[in-house]
């Protein structure tokens, strides 16, 4: 028997597995969160910082991808704190890109 872990996010009160990250958890209840760098096939990196959702409690968003649920936990995944700090990771991704997009592999199509 699997134990389930009792949390809520977005107001949605919810019972995951234990182990689950809180990405994984926002999937199985149809929460979308934005991410680029996460992919359930692969290893977890964290590095892109998207998938960043308000936990109360924490000082600061924490990376859902890469946190893993707790009992009693209470996420929100597009609180002002969530989006605010979502956007100042975008813009820190497009202020650092190359911009040299007839160059590069993706062709633009990224």
């Given at each position: 028997?699997?134990?389930?872990?009792?949390?809520?996010?977005?107001?949605?009160?919810?019972?995951?597995?234990?182990?689950?990250?809180?990405?994984?958890?926002?999937?199985?209840?149809?929460?979308?969160?934005?991410?680029?760098?996460?992919?359930?096939?692969?290893?977890i990196a964290?590095?892109?910082?998207?998938?960043?959702?308000?936990?109360?409690?924490?000082?600061?968003?924490?990376?859902?991808c890469a946190?893993?649920?707790?009992?009693?936990?209470?996420?929100?995944?597009?609180?002002?704190?969530?989006?605010?700090?979502?956007?100042?990771?975008?813009?820190?991704?497009?202020?650092?890109?190359?911009?040299?997009?007839?160059?590069?592999?993706?062709?633009?199509?990224?």
């Open positions: 028997m699997t134990d389930l872990v009792k949390l809520t996010i977005d107001n949605k009160e919810i019972e995951v597995p234990k182990g689950t990250s809180i990405l994984q958890a926002c999937e199985m209840v149809d929460i979308q969160v934005p991410r680029f760098c996460y992919h359930s096939r692969l290893s964290g590095n892109c910082r998207m998938c960043l959702v308000e936990l109360e409690g924490a000082p600061k968003p924490v990376a859902s946190f893993p649920v707790a009992e009693g936990q209470v996420i929100r995944t597009q609180s002002q704190i969530a989006k605010d700090a979502r956007k100042s990771v975008m813009q820190f991704l497009l202020a650092n890109h190359p911009l040299d997009c007839p160059l590069c592999d993706q062709g633009g199509e990224c």
